[in-house]
């Protein structure tokens, strides 16, 4: 019932910015929580930073992206977002942005951190960091 488009991946050098926009179709996720991975070649999908509306927004990230990374949403535009800054190369993956559409986790205020428990993932979109 839900669609999530990625954009706003590309190339940049160590130290530059991208937003990266998941844009929603579909049903609204007003009352989702949504979250952001990456995944980089042979490697397994990690967490990256999620959002959980409820009680004005909480948000959590993972330690490798705390003060660099900021997840925001739009929710006239049915979008979320995620701002990178001072953009390492160990950045580089691809980024997915994901839906957990159980109410439960969202009354509860929780944010959620494991792949498993999002239920709608878009196609992802590439970011590469050069050094």
């Known amino acids: 019932q839900v669609q999530l488009v990625e954009s706003g991946g590309g190339l940049v050098q160590a130290g530059g910015s991208l937003r990266l926009s998941c844009a929603a179709s579909g049903r609204t996720f007003s009352n989702y929580a949504m979250g952001w991975f990456r995944q980089a070649p042979g490697k397994e999908r990690e967490f990256v930073a999620a959002?959980?509306?409820?009680?004005?927004?909480?948000?959590y990230y993972a330690d490798s992206v705390k003060g660099r990374f900021t997840i925001s949403r739009d929710t006239a535009k049915n979008t979320v977002y995620l701002q990178m800054n001072s953009l390492k190369p160990e950045d580089t993956a691809v980024y997915y942005c994901a839906v957990d559409s159980s109410l439960s986790t969202f009354y509860s205020g929780r944010v959620p951190t494991g792949p498993t428990e999002y239920d709608y993932w878009g196609q992802g979109t590439q970011v590469t960091v050069s050094s």
């Open positions: 959002i959980n509306w409820r009680s004005g927004g909480s948000r």
